[in-house]
């Protein structure tokens, strides 16, 4: 795989979104070499280590590009990992190598309905999905927030119908998110899916999906973006095994 370019960004300014969401406007001249229309694509944020260690490689989706700008939205834990705790304490001046950008992962609009769901960190993606939705689309986005001061204004097509959905406390078996989606109805038609969570509660979420007959792989989009409890690399580990055990299952 090429290797993705890097661009040193400056931070333009931190805005607070909501009680646990954080924005950084990252702007510079490097980023004139970014292409339009990158919104909902990932960048890998490179976090320097003061041990002297490699940078560690933090994946975020761009919320918004402007000519000049593009806003990062960082999730705030009450015990930050290494880009929440550079988000935090970034300043205006301060720079940052990015890279990127990755392929843009978006719901596959050839669907008669639609269902969006996740947690705050699928909140970026989820609303720029939104955004790009056709006017006329009907469906559901179900959102995940650990409290009612989490909620925001997202644009989206007047016949999709939005659930927030307050879990303050988030369980390792991973059942709050599928339990508020198989409250919907299963509307009538080809739907297509865009979910993105926490790792456990993407494995529940799948094992409910594969219920439907109707709904192929062109059609669905699930990813697990953080494991509760594990570090990113810990993460990664899971996503990896989990995909090598699925394949088995597949061939069973």
């Not at 919320?63 to 999730?75: L, M």
Request: aromatic share 6%; proline share 8%; net charge negative.
């Amino acid at each position: 795989m090429a290797k993705r370019p890097e661009r040193e960004l400056e931070v333009i300014r931190s805005t607070p979104i909501t009680e646990h969401m954080l924005r950084i406007t990252l702007g510079g001249e490097e980023l004139a070499s970014l292409a339009a229309d990158q919104e909902s694509a990932y960048v890998k944020l490179l976090i320097s280590q003061s041990d002297g260690e490699p940078p560690l490689k933090r994946s975020y989706t761009i919320r918004h590009q402007r000519p000049t700008e593009i806003d990062i939205d960082f999730v705030l834990h009450e015990s930050p990992g290494p880009a929440s705790a550079w988000a935090i304490g970034a300043q205006p001046g301060d720079r940052i190598t990015v890279a990127g950008p990755g392929p843009k992962k978006l719901i596959n609009h050839a669907a008669d309905w639609f269902l969006l769901a996740g947690d705050m960190t699928a909140i970026p993606a989820i609303s720029v999905n939104l955004r790009q939705l056709p006017e006329d689309a009907i469906g559901y986005v179900v959102i995940e927030v650990p409290s009612p001061a989490d909620i925001q204004d997202l644009e989206h097509p007047a016949k999709v119908e939005l659930h927030w959905e307050v879990n303050p406390e988030p369980d390792v078996d991973g059942l709050f998110l599928a339990s508020k989606v198989r409250t919907l109805s299963w509307l009538e038609g080809q739907p297509a899916v865009w979910a993105a969570c926490e790792f456990n509660s993407m494995r529940v979420l799948r094992s409910f999906l594969g219920e439907h007959d109707n709904l192929p792989n062109t059609h669905l989009y699930l990813s697990s973006y953080w494991k509760l409890g594990q570090s990113d690399e810990g993460h990664k580990q899971a996503k990896r095994l989990d995909s090598e055990q699925e394949e088995v299952n597949k061939g069973a």
